[in-house]
């Protein structure tokens, strides 16, 4: 049978990595990523996804993790996902959601819809990303446009490193944006990954 494969998001790499290596797994799997920036644009994820499966798998005959939720695809991916049984993807509308667990997700999304959510990696990126990324280094003026129905943000942080939450305050403060943090772990990712996992082996 041949190896299972992992199609993951970039802004994973870390976390996925230490979730696979703390599961036995790292070795039993082949994993690959696509660029981070796909985030800023969610339309190009499915066809990126596409291109890398035709190259890694294709006769459609290995288990395939999908390294996303749905991620702003607009129900794209369960599309692609459901003309593929051997595809599986994780839970969720955003991987905030399964960083944070769907409790706690729909606990802060129902207290403040206009939230804007930080993982680790998109605290230490933010400025590559988001800033630069939404083209607000150039063009300001555009920040109403972008964040002015927002109201905060929240770090989701996997670790505790003081970097990261120093990086996150300071996105927030750029924002003109209330800042909050919850510490989240890696056990709702864990979860999330290696049940799924489970289901594609």
Request: proline share 5%; net charge negative; hydrophobic share 45%.
């Amino acid at each position: 049978m041949a190896t299972p494969l992992v199609l993951a998001c970039g802004a994973l790499v870390a976390e996925l990595r230490a979730v696979l290596a703390a599961a036995g797994l790292d070795r039993e799997v082949e994993v690959r990523y696509l660029p981070a920036n796909l985030h800023n644009r969610p339309e190009r994820i499915v066809p990126a996804l596409e291109a890398l499966l035709a190259e890694a798998d294709p006769h459609h005959d290995r288990a395939v993790l999908v390294g996303y939720a749905d991620c702003g695809t607009g129900g794209g991916l369960d599309r692609l996902l459901d003309a593929r049984p051997n595809l599986r993807r994780l839970p969720g509308s955003h991987c905030y959601e399964f960083f944070a667990g769907a409790d706690l997700f729909e606990a802060l999304h129902d207290a403040e819809p206009g939230t804007l959510y930080l993982t680790d990696y998109l605290a230490k990126h933010f400025d590559a990303l988001l800033w630069q990324g939404l083209g607000l280094d150039r063009h300001p003026e555009l920040l109403p446009a972008y964040f002015g129905n927002y109201r905060r943000v929240v770090l989701l942080s996997q670790t505790e490193r003081a970097d990261v939450l120093e990086a996150a305050a300071a996105a927030a403060a750029r924002l003109g944006l209330a800042f909050e943090h919850r510490h989240v772990g890696l056990q709702p990712f864990s979860a999330a990954v290696t049940v799924q996992l489970r289901k594609v082996a």
